[in-house]
């Protein structure tokens, strides 16, 4: 399983858009690219998933460049109940598993 | 849709019971479901992998004797914590992958306290 590498906390205001990059350089032909939303004492949440280059839907963005070691989440304009912790993981169409890493701990601020 | 479910969603118990915990995949059938734990300012650490019908895949270091799982049909697997000791206080979170889709479904968690 390929490695993700994101960073620890962002910090960000309500009404701001709020990217977050991930980084996977041994990322292989069939693995997708899932990002997960998880708020204090509660299970994970699905928020978006991609292959390549742009995806989106009624809750965020996430772009993919063409090498795809990398992806970015984007979230439009955050509220406060944005404040939580963002997983990317990345895994194959069959994948079995999910490994986790330490995730990006975001904090929307009035 | 792809709703989970798991109760109890907290449990405290003296150490040295058994503590069952449940995890039911709502609205759909679910082929495998996982079994990790969440200590705090952690991240989600799997413990098992559980398919209907079969032996669960236990990752390394996690104690298959003690972590008991069952997944006795498309929409339930069990989780019992035998012999319960305080370092076992944790959340304990499962999810389900519904048959041919790569994305899993979280449940909400159960929080264990084991006094």
């Known amino acids: 399983l390929a490695k993700t590498t994101q960073p620890i906390s962002m910090d960000s205001y309500e009404g701001q858009e709020v990217n977050i990059t991930c980084s996977h350089n041994?990322?292989?032909?069939?693995?997708?690219i899932t990002w997960y939303q998880q708020f204090p004492s509660q299970g994970p949440r699905f928020i978006i998933q991609?292959?390549?280059t742009k995806v989106t839907n009624e809750v965020a963005s996430l772009f993919i460049p063409a090498d795809r070691k990398s992806s970015t989440l984007s979230l439009p304009r955050v509220s406060l109940s944005d404040t939580a912790v963002y997983y990317c993981?990345?895994?194959?169409?069959?994948?079995?598993?999910?490994?986790f890493g330490t995730g990006t701990r975001l904090l929307v601020s009035p | 849709g792809a709703v989970v479910s798991q109760h109890p969603s907290w449990v405290i118990c003296k150490s040295g019971t058994s503590v069952k915990i449940e995890c039911r995949s709502l609205?759909?059938?679910?082929?495998?479901m996982f079994w990790y734990r969440q200590f705090p300012k952690q991240s989600l650490m799997l413990m098992a992998t559980s398919n209907e019908g079969s032996k669960a895949t236990y990752e390394q270091g996690v104690e298959k004797d003690k972590f008991l799982i069952n997944h006795a049909s498309l929409t339930l697997s069990t989780l019992t914590v035998t012999s319960a000791h305080p370092e076992d206080s944790s959340f304990y979170i499962c999810?389900?992958?519904?048959?041919?889709?790569?994305?899993?479904?979280f449940g909400p968690g159960t929080r264990l306290l084991v006094l």
């Open positions: 999810s389900a992958r519904i048959r041919g889709q790569e994305t899993q479904y």
């Open positions: 993981l990345v895994g194959d169409t069959g994948f079995q598993k999910l490994v």
């Open positions: 609205d759909f059938q679910a082929t495998t």
């Open positions: 991609g292959y390549k």
């Open positions: 041994n990322i292989a032909t069939n693995d997708y």
